[in-house]
């Protein structure tokens, strides 16, 4: 049972209670949890995304310990995050747009 991380960014107030339930949550909109085992992380998400297709509304981040996925981490986005997280020989990277000078 890994750590599952999870990140908000401009999400309705009935996030922050839900998340606040089932983990802790260690500043405004970072919630963690030492063990959750993949079947809690999946009904998590399934909360989440099932609210964030109806408000469609901020973004969200999951992430947890995964040995099988590239980079060892387990990864799953709602909304528009602020960078893109890509796979590279397996590794994972933040590809951000180039600035024009």
């Known amino acids: 049972m890994p750590m ?3 990140i908000t960014r401009d999400v309705e107030d009935r996030y922050r209670g ?3 339930s089932v ?3 260690l500043a405004p909109g970072v919630y963690a949890h030492p063990r959750m085992s993949a079947g809690v992380r999946g009904r998590v998400w399934t909360v989440l995304s099932d609210w964030h297709d109806s408000l469609s509304r901020g973004a969200i981040v999951m992430t947890w310990a995964d040995r099988a996925a590239d980079g060892g981490l387990g990864l799953a986005s709602l909304g528009n995050p602020p960078k893109d997280i890509v796979t ?4 994972l990277l ?3 747009p180039l600035r024009r000078s």
């Open 88 to 91: 590279h020989d397996a590794f």
């Open 94 to 96: 933040v590809r951000r």
């Open 23 to 25: 983990m802790l949550e």
């Open 4 to 6: 599952v991380v999870v």
């Open 18 to 20: 839900f998340l606040g």
